[in-house]
């Protein structure tokens, strides 16, 4: 059980264009969904969380505009990165938490690798 | 401020025993979580600690003493697949997932 699907696993696109990953919760509801970055040899560094029905809360230093977040569904949770760039270019990861409670683990998608020439 | 510390690489020989430390300092506690990635994967979840004590699971087992800010993910009969990077996260007051750098598993034959 707990199973996340995120799509694309890899995308590479050039510089201006807008990219959307999508994150899924298969068997379980997801009241709350975690978008986070990870750089090579580092840590997982959150981006935002996105409950389902509310606007995204985005960590400091996050630019909204740039990500956006829409979490329409229990089992869906969408980040648009909009107009990428080179530095934008990074392994994305999502994860959801079941709807039991905050003490829930979260399980991740495979996460996406995003390559902007 | 928050602050999780587990060290940065450790190196084991198959089929032995080995402990990954984390201790922590947060606003509050309300579990430790312990999960697996591997290189270029998405983290796994491996295990989850809220009352002091060892909780086992196969291979794997979790300690945690909340007195402490310490706890340790204990993995026996390891095998190469095991190579992996090991990260502790803490869930503060806020129900926040507060996490470490990870411990990078290197095994050798």
């Known amino acids: 059980g707990a199973v996340v699907s995120q799509h694309p696993s890899r995308v590479i696109c050039k510089s201006g264009t807008s990219v959307k990953i999508e994150c899924r919760s298969l068997?379980?509801?997801?009241?709350?969904m975690f978008w986070y970055r990870q750089f090579p040899k580092q840590s997982l560094m959150l981006m935002a969380t996105?409950?389902?029905?509310?606007?995204?809360?985005?960590e400091q230093g996050v630019e909204k505009d740039k990500f956006l977040i829409n979490h329409a569904s229990l089992t869906l949770s969408t980040l648009t990165v909009t107009s990428a760039h080179p530095e934008d270019s990074s392994f994305y990861i999502c994860?959801?938490?079941?709807?039991?409670?905050?003490?829930?683990?979260?399980?991740f998608g495979d996460g996406t690798r995003l390559s902007i020439l | 401020g928050q602050n999780i510390d587990q060290p940065t690489e450790m190196t084991a020989t198959e089929g032995a025993i080995v402990q990954i430390n984390c201790t922590y300092q947060?606003?509050?506690?309300?579990?430790l979580f312990w999960y697996q990635q591997h290189a270029g994967e998405a983290p796994t979840f491996l295990s989850y600690?809220?009352l002091d004590g060892l909780e086992e699971k196969g291979r794997f087992s979790s300690f945690l003493s909340r007195s402490k800010g310490y706890s340790y993910l204990l993995l026996k009969e390891l095998q190469m697949k095991d190579s992996a990077s090991y990260l502790c996260?803490?869930?503060?007051?806020?129900?926040?997932?507060?996490w470490g750098a990870g411990t990078k598993l290197i095994i050798k034959p």
């Open positions: 994860s959801a938490r079941e709807a039991a409670g905050e003490n829930q683990p979260q399980h």
């Open positions: 068997d379980f509801q997801a009241t709350t």
């Open positions: 996105s409950n389902e029905g509310s606007k995204a809360t985005y």
């Open positions: 947060t606003s509050g506690f309300n579990g």
């Open positions: 600690n809220v």
């Open positions: 996260a803490v869930l503060d007051s806020n129900y926040q997932l507060i």
